[in-house]
């Protein structure tokens, strides 16, 4: 585990929410109604931002979406700014601009609830929230317009949320333990992860290869305002490899299917495209460090996959190699991709369908 300590960087305190964006961790900060940017390795500060439109920052929860490249926001009422009296939800860039349209939290007229944790699912889209007043548990909202699509579990009061990409489960900070808690989507198969033996939990995130940050009020029995930190940790305990960051790229499986069907029993292979963008040259990927579901590719080949004038890399692998079963609805790619800053992680998801043999 690795820590940055808040207070030399934000003055203050007042920091309840962070995010992952890249190589970079995004910390909200009430008092300062400011965002404020830390590079993870170093622990430097960055720079910081404000949010756009006048919204100012309470209670606040929030995420980054890799897939979207925006950051999902469900913020307190801001008496003195401009939300008008509501909870609300939204979008921003990086840049703290707004995206989109601004709605009522939970729907038109729905009471506030101060929320507290927000996170969302970088695959499907799914966002869910929780809040401190009168709705315990996780709520599921739809991502389109903020209103309620379904009440998770109401027996606990959740201080922040986080979507776990490898394990496609949510994990929150359980308000009354101060536990680690992670939760199916659907709501089933509670469990305590682990003690972080800190202060309150109020902001946490995960990388897309699974690492995790908590924002910690390291000392709950003083007055506010309260010593701070970031709390990183790996999710392979390798002490030399502490909160790796990957980018996230744009992979297709079976390019031209639809849906991705997978026959687990054939003895065939399997095609999967390093897709290149404005963003990112798929050229640049290293395929030695190349895993396709725990597998490695055995052909590769140069092609422009997607038509768009541009080349990808369209690698082969073993089917009876991948490590999915009958319930996999995703499969993740990783790798290494040479940069002018050195080696980097790579990381992209596609659906899957996995049918048994015959069936289509």
């Known amino acids: 585990m690795k820590s940055i300590d808040l207070n030399s960087l934000v003055g203050n305190d007042g920091s309840i929410e962070v995010d992952v964006v890249g190589n970079e961790l995004f910390v909200a900060n009430w008092i300062q109604d400011k965002y404020f940017r830390i590079d993870h390795g170093t622990g430097a500060l960055i720079d910081s931002f404000s949010l756009g439109n ?21 913020s307190d009422q801001d008496a003195g700014g401009t939300l008008g009296g509501y909870d609300a939800f939204f979008a921003t860039n990086t840049n703290g601009q707004v995206v989109g349209e601004t709605y009522c939290l939970f729907g038109p007229n729905y009471p506030a609830i101060d929320p507290d944790g927000l996170t969302v699912d970088p695959v499907t889209g799914r966002v869910w929230v929780s809040g401190q007043s009168g709705l315990g548990g996780i709520i599921e909202i739809d991502p389109t317009n903020g209103t309620m699509k379904n009440h998770i579990d109401q027996n606990f009061s959740a201080a922040a949320l986080a979507f776990n990409p490898i394990s496609r489960t949510i994990f929150f900070a359980d308000a009354g333990d101060w536990t680690i808690k992670e939760i199916a989507t659907d709501g089933t198969g509670m469990r305590t992860v682990f003690n972080p033996d800190v202060g309150w939990i109020l902001g946490m995130a995960f990388t897309p290869t ?27 305990d390798d002490a030399d ?13 079976k390019p031209n299917s639809d849906p991705n069907t997978i026959i687990l029993t054939s003895k065939g292979t399997i095609s999967v495209a390093i897709l290149t963008t404005a963003d990112f040259n798929a050229n640049t990927v290293d395929p030695t460090t190349v895993l396709f579901a725990d597998a490695s590719p055995i052909r590769r080949k140069m092609v422009d996959v997607d038509r768009d004038g541009d080349i990808d890399m369209l690698l082969s692998f073993n089917i009876q190699e991948l490590n999915l079963d009958i319930n996999s609805t995703i499969a993740t790619l990783t790798g290494t991709m040479d940069d002018e800053m050195g080696t980097i992680p790579i990381t992209g998801t596609d659906f899957v369908k996995i049918v048994t043999k015959g069936k289509k």
Request: aromatic share 6%.
């Open 54 to 74: 006048g919204i100012l920052i309470d209670n606040h929860g929030s995420e980054y979406n890799p897939t979207t490249g925006l950051i999902l926001h469900a």
């Open 210 to 236: 699974g690492d995790l940050v908590l924002l910690d009020f390291a000392d709950v029995s003083s007055d506010l305002p309260l010593p701070s930190q970031l709390l990183l940790f790996d999710s392979s």
């Open 241 to 253: 490899d502490v909160f790796t960051t990957a980018i996230p790229i744009a992979i297709d499986i």
